[in-house]
Protein backbone atom coordinates (compact mmCIF):
# COMPACT_ATOMS: atom_id res chain seq x y z
CA UNK A 1 0.00 0.00 0.00
CA UNK A 2 1.75 3.63 -1.16
CA UNK A 3 0.31 6.40 0.71
CA UNK A 4 0.26 9.80 -0.62
CA UNK A 5 -0.74 12.87 1.30
CA UNK A 6 -1.61 16.48 0.31
CA UNK A 7 -3.19 19.64 1.23
CA UNK A 8 -1.20 21.29 3.53
CA UNK A 9 -0.60 24.85 4.03
CA UNK A 10 0.06 28.06 6.09
CA UNK A 11 -3.05 29.12 7.09
CA UNK A 12 -4.59 32.01 9.94
CA UNK A 13 -5.98 30.97 13.63
CA UNK A 14 -9.83 29.79 13.34
CA UNK A 15 -9.03 29.03 9.36
CA UNK A 16 -9.98 25.66 7.97
CA UNK A 17 -7.97 23.10 5.74
CA UNK A 18 -8.40 19.97 4.60
CA UNK A 19 -6.07 17.39 4.45
CA UNK A 20 -6.43 14.30 1.79
CA UNK A 21 -4.02 10.99 1.49
CA UNK A 22 -4.95 8.81 -1.40
CA UNK A 23 -4.21 4.77 -1.17
CA UNK A 24 -2.60 3.04 -3.95
CA UNK A 25 -1.92 -0.67 -4.81
CA UNK A 26 -3.20 -3.37 -2.60
CA UNK A 27 -6.21 -1.01 -1.46
CA UNK A 28 -8.51 -3.61 -0.89
CA UNK A 29 -6.38 -5.04 2.10
CA UNK A 30 -6.69 -1.91 3.97
CA UNK A 31 -8.92 -2.55 7.46
CA UNK A 32 -7.77 1.09 9.02
CA UNK A 33 -6.59 4.49 8.32
CA UNK A 34 -5.17 7.14 10.46
CA UNK A 35 -3.59 10.71 10.82
CA UNK A 36 -0.97 11.65 12.56
CA UNK A 37 1.23 14.62 13.41
CA UNK A 38 4.66 15.74 14.34
CA UNK A 39 5.61 19.37 15.66
CA UNK A 40 9.51 20.56 15.56
CA UNK A 41 11.26 18.91 18.98
CA UNK A 42 8.42 16.40 19.45
CA UNK A 43 7.12 13.20 19.04
CA UNK A 44 4.51 11.88 16.34
CA UNK A 45 1.36 11.95 18.11
CA UNK A 46 -2.24 9.96 16.53
CA UNK A 47 -4.85 12.53 15.58
CA UNK A 48 -7.59 11.06 13.97
CA UNK A 49 -8.87 7.17 12.82
CA UNK A 50 -11.33 5.69 10.68
CA UNK A 51 -12.07 1.82 10.10
CA UNK A 52 -12.38 1.57 6.41
CA UNK A 53 -15.65 -0.46 6.30
CA UNK A 54 -17.32 0.36 9.45
CA UNK A 55 -16.77 4.27 9.71
CA UNK A 56 -16.21 3.87 13.17
CA UNK A 57 -13.75 6.60 13.94
CA UNK A 58 -12.02 7.99 16.77
CA UNK A 59 -9.96 11.36 18.15
CA UNK A 60 -6.96 12.92 20.12
CA UNK A 61 -9.19 15.21 22.65
CA UNK A 62 -6.63 18.06 21.27
CA UNK A 63 -8.93 17.54 18.47
CA UNK A 64 -12.46 16.58 18.94
CA UNK A 65 -14.72 18.97 17.92
CA UNK A 66 -12.52 20.55 15.65
CA UNK A 67 -11.44 17.68 12.97
CA UNK A 68 -13.04 15.49 11.16
CA UNK A 69 -12.11 11.91 9.68
CA UNK A 70 -13.86 10.62 6.60
CA UNK A 71 -13.19 8.39 3.76
CA UNK A 72 -14.01 7.47 0.35
CA UNK A 73 -13.89 4.08 -0.40
CA UNK A 74 -14.37 4.44 -4.38
CA UNK A 75 -11.52 7.11 -4.54
CA UNK A 76 -9.23 4.90 -1.88
CA UNK A 77 -8.85 8.33 -0.17
CA UNK A 78 -9.41 9.47 3.60
CA UNK A 79 -9.61 12.91 4.56
CA UNK A 80 -8.58 15.65 7.46
CA UNK A 81 -10.77 18.20 7.73
CA UNK A 82 -9.62 20.63 10.08
CA UNK A 83 -12.07 23.41 11.59
CA UNK A 84 -10.62 26.42 14.65
CA UNK A 85 -7.21 25.55 13.45
CA UNK A 86 -4.85 26.50 16.49
CA UNK A 87 -1.21 27.64 16.36
CA UNK A 88 -0.41 24.60 18.24
CA UNK A 89 -1.92 22.28 15.63
CA UNK A 90 1.36 23.54 13.43
CA UNK A 91 2.78 19.61 12.30
CA UNK A 92 4.04 17.67 9.82
CA UNK A 93 0.51 15.40 8.88
CA UNK A 94 0.86 12.21 8.20
CA UNK A 95 -1.56 9.32 7.05
CA UNK A 96 -0.84 5.63 7.82
CA UNK A 97 -2.76 3.01 7.01
CA UNK A 98 -3.03 -1.33 8.12
CA UNK A 99 -4.47 -4.33 7.01
CA UNK A 100 -5.69 -5.56 10.23
CA UNK A 101 -6.35 -4.67 13.72
CA UNK A 102 -8.43 -2.66 15.55
CA UNK A 103 -7.09 0.16 17.86
CA UNK A 104 -7.20 2.72 15.81
CA UNK A 105 -4.43 4.72 17.75
CA UNK A 106 -1.72 2.33 17.32
CA UNK A 107 0.17 -0.44 14.76
CA UNK A 108 -0.19 1.01 11.43
CA UNK A 109 2.04 -0.42 9.04
CA UNK A 110 2.10 2.00 6.12
CA UNK A 111 2.72 5.69 6.22
CA UNK A 112 2.84 8.65 3.72
CA UNK A 113 5.61 10.98 3.10
CA UNK A 114 3.68 14.11 5.25
CA UNK A 115 2.58 17.62 4.85
CA UNK A 116 3.06 20.22 6.42
CA UNK A 117 0.66 22.57 8.18
CA UNK A 118 1.29 25.67 9.91
CA UNK A 119 -1.34 27.64 11.36
CA UNK A 120 -0.10 31.45 12.88
CA UNK A 121 -1.86 33.49 15.28
Known amino acids: VQLQASGGGFMQAGDSLRLSCAAS????????MGWFRQAPGKERDFVAGIRWHSRTTTYADSVKGRFTISRDNAKNTVYLQMNSLKPEDTAVYYCAAAEEGDDLEYGYHYWGQGTQVTVSS
Open 25 to 32: GRTFSIWR
